[in-house]
């Protein structure tokens, strides 16, 4: 039995560290807010982990309070974005959960990021772009 032990030990420690490395994640790219109608100001990140994909927003995020404003991912570019055509070729990700601090929000598995330029905000009640920015390739 003695002899077992360490081996239980080595063992154990590395189930621990391998168990830690998947759970790493990692940032794939950093985006900046564009105001179109209504400042943004913070950062986003495109963030791998566990098999997925993740849409994050600075602590320093901050943006004005409206109903209904969205997180989408657009295959227009930001310029070319207006409150009519917000939704055209966009893949809804949320709800923005909160208009101030940092947000975490998983990309559905069957979305590829390399088919979309931009990440955008929308208050689709109104249908006012709130603002955006380019997807780092």
Known sequence: MKTIQPFQTI???????????????????????????KSISGHFEIEKANDATYIVLSDDFKTKSAPDLKLFLSKK?????????????????????KTKGGQRY???SNVQLVNYTSLIIHCEQYSIFWGGGAIPK
């Open 77 to 97: 570019r930001v310029s070319d974005i207006t409150g009519k055509n917000a939704t055209k070729d966009a893949v809804l990700i949320s709800e923005l959960k």
């Open 11 to 37: 063992l154990f420690t590395l189930l621990v560290m391998l168990s830690s490395i998947s759970m790493v994640s990692q940032t794939t790219s950093k985006g900046t807010w564009q105001k179109q109608n």
């Open 106 to 108: 998983k990309v559905p």
